[in-house]
């Protein structure tokens, strides 16, 4: 069984969150309580730390990296990735989107690039691809083949029984990281 990636760098892991040990996790990467990291998962802080909020769910082969730009040149300023709270990754999704807000979904294969920002509980849609320098107004969805949009009028609700029960499965089938130890 292939484990987790780890460089020696910082990575810390809140308590209740389940970070599968069969997940990449690399550079300087911070992991919010009740977070939880599927198998075959990559998380890659290259240009900078990525800090992930409580209660997201990042389900199999999605990557979510902090890249450097395209040029490879350094920027002044060390670009942090900061993803906040209730949010869904579906399977073999792509991000690398410097803000994401709350209650937002990136459905199965979908691509968001990094300028682009999610605002909160938008939506993008199965495939779809964002690359453009923008912010998303609050309750955007991305659908289709054509990534159309439309506001909706809430935002998508918690997933908290889905994540409930994978705390309680994952443990019993994959190897589970521990939390870190703050010290006092």
Sequence with gaps: MEMATITRSNIKIAPMAIVCKECDLIGDI??????????????????????????????????????????????????????????????????????????????????????????????????????????LQENTVIYGKECRRRVQQEHPFAQTLQLDFLSKLLPSFHHIRKPTKVAN
Excluded: W
């Design 30 to 135: 911070s992991i919010g309580a009740r977070t939880i990291i599927h198998p075959k998962a990559r998380i890659v802080a290259e240009a900078g730390p990525i800090i992930i909020g409580e209660s997201n769910l990042i389900e199999e082969g999605v990557q979510i990296i902090n890249k450097l730009p395209e040029d490879g040149s350094p920027t002044d300023e060390t670009p942090v990735m900061v993803i906040g709270n209730h949010n869904v990754f579906e399977v073999a999704s792509y991000v690398e989107s410097l803000k994401i807000g709350n209650f937002n979904v990136v459905e199965v294969k979908a691509s968001v690039g990094r300028d682009t920002e999610l605002s909160s509980g938008c939506i993008v849609g199965a495939k779809c691809c964002l690359s453009t320098d923008e912010c």
